[in-house]
């Protein structure tokens, strides 16, 4: 899509004008240019799945792992649940659409919104505020009863806080490792995000099937919240402060 190669990969890998493309990327950051490319390996390790698990990573990747797991998780069931839920509230179908529409539309502003703050208050820090604000909206959600006004702007805020807890998450899996195992953490940290996309909905309607009132299920959608902000708190980023700003 033309966005720049990392200077982490221009250097470990050092495809064709490596050296130029990189020193393009530091003078546009501000950082001194390089004189010459660092020495390269004459035969490169293949990337062992256990590498995630290195000692300064461990913790980061199951904390990662977990947030993934919680905001997938969180996703799907209302993408999956919601218009039913409404419906079956007796407001009419094309209000439940509507809803499903605006939680998607506040998704993409929350999205967007996430790199500004980030660069304000540091990237752990906004998502776990966005944690926050999901688990505060779909409590609030619990409450709202057959007020159509009020699902709306909560359901735009449950997906402005969600999406955009999930930008986060890939912008901190990507920062957790070293170049060389980014992929294969990376990749890991949305499949384990990918079985909680699964397993949620399966989930809720095993709920409901047990006669478990809307309201409720909302408050057991609230609980993976206060567990992604809490595993926030466990990661930890290379060149990142405790205050939480890089």
Known sequence: MGL?????FLLSKQPRNALERANRILTR?????????PERPEAEEKVRFTQVFAAETRISTFAIWGGFFCAFGTLFFFQSWLPTIITGAGLALAEGFSVNV?????GGVGMLLLGYFSTQLGLLRVIKWYFFGCMLAIVLLSFAGTQ???I???ATAIGFFVY??????????ARIYPAHVRTTGV?????IGRIGSTVSPAFAGFLFAAGWATSGVYWIYAA?????LLLMLLIVLPGVTKEGVS
């Open 4 to 8: 720049p190669e990392s200077v982490d």
């Open 29 to 37: 950051i501000g950082r001194p240019a390089l004189t010459a490319l």
């Open 102 to 106: 605006l939680f998607g539309v506040g």
């Open 148 to 150: 159509l006004s009020l």
């Open 152 to 154: 709306i702007v909560l």
């Open 164 to 173: 955009g807890c999930i930008a986060g998450l890939f912008a901190t899996a």
């Open 187 to 191: 990749g890991w940290a949305i499949g």
């Open 224 to 228: 993976p919240q206060v567990i992604g």
